[in-house]
Structures are given as structure tokens and as C-alpha cells.
């Protein structure tokens, strides 16, 4: 596989190299189950999955079990491997798809449904179920997206509904079991959809019914007709990866992020996800420091998350903030909180966070109106949402995020109004405190009525109301400048609604769309509405059916998956609403008042305890002094690291800093951050064979100590080999820059087709090598008149040509240019490496 000649040609090669920190790689040959754990986007956002991590350590952490990583190669990336007839692999062991034994795909989103198909064909791997034996991979799937499997039921053997923890071990062990003593792949399923949480949907045959335009299912054996999701009870200390793989290239969510609570004691009536997580389950605070703190110390991460769907309602959240703050204030290291509800952010939780830097500060009101607010249960008065902006504000928060829904059940002008007047408080509130414009991101989407919801009955709201409702809130605010509008594609929103609430007639669209070109739909450059509508009129399936009202007697397409939340209640929360009456939370109501779910002695089930700081050691390296002394360190950036851009780079060295317990001086302010001085970025793709940083540190270290500590923490490619303790009468690293050493490979293959065809070009076969390169490099020197070339030179014994490149702080030529005009090679960096620098010549006055 010539992978090597790939990267060169695609526009983010660090997404499919692997070898990052933490990466965990065992002899394929060992195991006896090879597991995939597929994410159908890009490294970029499959890489900021918790989901995923958390199965990565599970499964690796079982002897026998082999896990590997796989994501959507990007548009380039599919190209080339299609040219090159390579089969998508992972990043680990760089194995092929088709030789694992289970390919694990997270179904997050419905939009990412094409690149399933993407990765499924570019791993060799047929694409219906039907069409696959018991020789090929198990291709599985979990996630939210589940809970309506039917518009992807043909493609997938098996899904799996609820936690993944405890279920997808029990799957693998099963069918390792099964597949050496079956040999048949219906008879593997049939034994696997034994297993709780297992649906495998060639064993349910879907119907038409007289009451809905929409076909159910049905099992066509001796089958439950409902999947019970499967639930990991107790949780308060469930495994939880600590050692999580630290990505080379900057990820979406880039950062340590621990879940404190799974599920969500809130009724919001539009949330899909508090229904499919229920029941609400705690994590012990002593065990959410340990995680967060070890963590940190084994990532080198500079920010850490507490998530949840609600984390405002996690008993321990001001302790546990309080302590942590008071730990990671000293690394300059933040804490950023999601889902924070409003009455959630006390004074003395946002004054913990702002310890070392504000995070991002987001406020999610839903809806415009107190009134519209009851209709969704959201229960947020406008004073507390302006109070919560108050309290941010007045902490020094200058950015603030806003989301809103339009189309929302009895939503009406007034309603509309009311995110207009809710914006324009909270920037009255902002100029009052900070003086000037506060920074006001603000998120419009369309409201999906989703399955498994007390709204999934509704209609979803027509195409051209909603562009109208999006337009009219743009023109109300688009006079405040600092108002940046943010709106998810209407298109986008109705094809994610049909597919959410989707049938089994879908499969053949989504094939039928894939074959004409449908690829990354969730993406605004590349999502074609007109691919999908042209098949859906290829199938002849209307599409609007599936957005339009639902009678509440009929069988839903994905009624057959329970999620413990009963339709009796689901239907009655539906009539609240259209009442605008609210309910409380199962925080504020008792389970016999309510009796909406089976799982009532799960809900209260608590485990008090005292909250114990963990003992965790995070030495600092060095002997501590009171002077401040600074150091140039130098290094090397070779093979796969080459395909690390500069600013990855820093984040690479920074985390490896922290991670090796090296402390460096900070910046000061509201964003404090290393202060290291780089030499000029590399080209992607160029290797650097002697770099140079400069940083400082109130640690004395001695070179021999230091390197050896260093070189413990990096990712592959990177290295030091040298440190120095700068002198007092020093210039700066910049200030002391030169001369930059660059060389050119000329035994390389770009280098020897030039030559073939400058000799086919003149006709000249007898002219040897060398010759041709030194008229070349005579005929550039001739021509070329900019003073920063100061030296060109052949070393033959080496086979490579070296550029003296004068350093200057103003815009000058590249050397990758001026290899370009001599060898007529086009982005010549591959082949190209910076040598050394060259320091200026400093003396001590006397």
C-alpha cells in the first residue's frame, strides 16, 4: 500500500496517519476478535465522540479483543484510494475493512448516512446484509440514531439499542462463539437477537397498515415485537477512559471531557435524547475528579469538560468545580461546563471557571416566549435567562451564544418577536456592564418533531414558512453587527425530519442517492438537496409523507424499539403541551404521580457519599528556583510528524510539556497561555531535521535530564536532542535568526522523472545527471536577482542540493519555489527538509 504517495496529494493528511499519544496497537495476531469502530464523518469530529472512546478503552482492555479506528475519508482522500485501488483501512494497524470480524458504526446523525455506504464500498464490503455471509465482517450499529433503524435496516445485520458498555462485549464474545460452531450466518443472528438490546431486522418483516401512510415492522419468528434497550445500572462508577488518544491534528472538541450524569432529569418535550438516555444515572464525584485529574496528567490537555445533557442538575457540580479549580488553576488549565441551564450558573461556579480563562458561555432558551416555553416544557422564565447573561456579563464573559428553534407547535408572531426582544435585552444588558458591544452568536434551527417524543405526531412545519421565519428574524437584528446569525439549512433540517421518521422504503433512496453522489450531507459545501429528491422520484416515494401529521392510533415505523418511556405518557405530554401546561421534572415529581416510565426503581436509586479529593500525583520536572531562565530547545520533525501543520505542532509540543510535567512561563490576562517562541512554520509535508523553540521556566533544568524526560512524552516523529540555557545578553530567538539551511533530495523519484523528460524534451540521452543539474542550478543563479539566496551549492556525496536562505521578518521567496523553477516540480516539500539554522554572531559588550 503506497500510502506515502497519497498524503502527499490530499489536504489533511493527519487524519488518516494515526500514531497520536495514547493510541493503542496490538499484534492483530494475538486476539481472536478484530473489532472496527467506525464513525461515518471526518477524524475531526469522530475523533470529539465520547461514545467512541469509551468503547475504544473497553474493548481493548478485554485480552482477546482487538479495537481500531475508522473514519469517512474525506472527498481527496476517497479519490485517491479509489485510484490507487487501496481499500479504506484503520489507523492503528492500518488493516483493511473487510478483515476485521465486527465493523461498529456510531450513528449519531442521520445526514451521515451516505458516508456509511462510502465506507462500506471503499472497504470492499457489500452493502446490503442480504448480500453478505458469515465470512464477511458482523456490521453492526449503535447510538441515538437507532432508535429509528428501519431508513437503514437493509444495510446492517444487527443494531444495537441503548448503552454500549456491558452489550457490545457480550455481542462479540457471542458471535466469535457462534461464528466457529454455526458456520451460518441467519442461524448466528437468530442467536444473537437473543441478546438484550440486539435487533436484527431480517428477522422482522415490515407492513403496510391501514392507519398510517407509514409501514411497521413485525418479527416473522418467535421474536419479541419489542427491543427493550439495554441500560448499564449501576453507573456511578462505570469504566471511563482516562488514557484517551490525543489526536496530532485539532479535533472539533479538542479537549479532556468526563460525563458526570447519563440521561437528563428534564422534560423537555422536543428532546429526543432525554427519552433514548432515561433513566437519569449519576457518576460519584470522587470518581469524576479522579477521571478528570488523571486524565489531564496523562493527556497534557490544557481544558477539561464536564458533560452531561444536563449538568446543572448534578448534585456535586459547585463541590466538584470548586476543588478542581483550586487543582488545575496552578497548570493554568480550564474547566468549561455543558448544558449549563441558566439557574444552573451560580456566582460561585462561574467564579471557579474563570480561574484561568473564560470558556465559551452559551444560554439555550429554545423558545422566544415564556408561553412557548410552557408548550415545551422548558421551564426558563425571561428573567432567569437575563439574570443568567447578567451573571456571565459581569464576570467578564464578552461572547455569548444563544440557541433558538422555529416551527415549534403552536409557535405564532408573537413568539418570533420574542427571540427579537430576548436578543436585544441581552445587548442592552451587555453594553450596560462591559461599556461596549457584547459578541452575541445566535443559533436558529427548525424543529424536527422527533420519534420516541410527544411531538413525534406532529407535522413537521412547511419548507417556505420556516425560510420565512429565518428571513424575518435576519432583518429585525440585522442592524447589530456584532449579532453573528448562525441557521442550519431548511433543506438539511427536512431531509434529517424524513429520514429521523423514516421507514424501510427509505434503504433504496439512501442507495439510490449514494450512487448519484451523495456524500456528507451534513456538510453545507457538499450537500446536494437535488441528488435526493431526484431519487426519491426514482423510488417514487414522496417525501413529504413522512413530515406530515401521524394519527395517534397508528403503529409508528419505530414503535418496536422501546425506550422505557411509555406512549401512553408521551401522548398524554402531548396534550399538555397543546394546553401550555408544564410538568415537573423527575426531580420535582414523585414516580407514582407520574408512572410514565418503566423504570422507576432506577430513577431515585441514589449513592450518597462524601466527596473525596483524589490523591493524585502530577509532579512538576526541575529544580524550583526564583529566577526566570530561558532555554532553546531544539528538535526534530521527521516522518509522519512532517504531516503535522504548524500550529498542530505547537499543540503537539505544548501538551507534551504538560504531560512530562515541564512547567513554562504563562501569558497573563484572561486567556493565559505558554509563551514559547517557534521558528517560522514548515511547509506541510517538509521535514525539519534541526528546529529550534525557545521558551521560559522558573525550573532549572540540565540538557541531559530534560531530553531524556521530553522524548518520553512525545507522539512519533517528533524529538529533542538538545537544550540551552540562553544567555542574559542574548537577542531573542527572532531577533537572533539568520540563515535557514534547506535541502533537496535528488535521488528522489520526482527529481529522476524530471530529468527523464528534460531528456526526451532535447533529445539528449547521453548527458548524465549531474550534468543536467548543474545547468539547471547555473541557469537559476543567472536569472535570479533577490538578495535572500545566499548560497546554492551540489554536495554529491550526499546527492543533494542546498539552499542558503537569508531569514527576514518581510515577505520573501519560498525555497520550495525556487526548487520549483529549476526542477519544474510541482510542491517539491515532500522532497525537501530544513537542515539547520544559522544564528547570528552575538557578543558579550565589556
Known sequence: MNLEEILKRVEKPGRYLGEEWNEIRKDPQSVKAKIALVFPDIYEIGMSYLGQKILYFILNNHPLFLAERVYAPWIDFEQRLRSQKIPLFSLENKIPLYEFDVLGFSLLYELNYSNILTILDLGQIPFLSEERSFKNPLVMAGGPAVFNPEPAANIFDLFLVGDGEEAFIEIVENFIRLKNELKDKEAILKELAKIKGVYVPSLYTPYRQPKSSLSAVRPTRDLPEKIKKRILFPFHRAPFPEKIVVPNVKVVFDRVAVEVERGCPQKCRFCQA?????????????????????????????????????????????????????????????????SLRPRGLSSGVAQSIIKVRKTGFTLVPEAGTERLRRVINKNLQD???????????????????????????TERDEDLEGIVNMVKEVIRIGYKILKTAPRINLSISSFIPKPHTPFQWLEMEGEKILIEKHRFLKSRLKKYRFVKFKDHPIKNSLLEAVFSRGDRHLNQVLLESWRRGARFDSWKELFRFRIWAEAFESENIDYHLYLQALKKNAILPWDHIDTGIKKSHLLKELEKALKEESTLSCLEASCKDCQGCSFSSLVKKKFPEKVQIPEESYPFFGQKTEIVFRYRAFYSKRRTARYISHIDLINVIQRSLRRAGITVVHSKGFHPKMIISYLPALPLGMEGKNEVLEFRALYLFSEKGFISHINKYLPSGVEFFRLRRAKEFEPSLHENLKTFVYSVDLESQEIKRFLEEFRRERGDSLSNDWKIIETLVCDFINGFEEESLERIYLDRAANKLFLYLAYSSQKSIRPQEIVEKIFRVKNPVFIMAREKVLFKKVFKLT
Open 274 to 338: 432525554s427519552n433514548i438516555y432515561f433513566p437519569p444515572r449519576e457518576k460519584s464525584p470522587s470518581y469524576v475528579l479522579q477521571n478528570v485529574l488523571r486524565s489531564l496528567r496523562l493527556t497534557g490537555y490544557e481544558d477539561a469538560s464536564l458533560t452531561s445533557l444536563s449538568v446543572s442538575d448534578y448534585p456535586y457540580l459547585n463541590e466538584i468545580v470548586k476543588i478542581l479549580m483550586s487543582k488545575l488553576g496552578e497548570r493554568k488549565i480550564s474547566l468549561s461546563l455543558s
Open 383 to 409: 428573567r432567569e435567562i437575563l439574570e443568567a447573561s447578567q451573571n456571565a456579563f459581569s464576570q467578564g464573559w464578552r461572547l455569548l451564544k444563544l440557541y433558538f428553534m422555529v416551527g415549534l407547535p
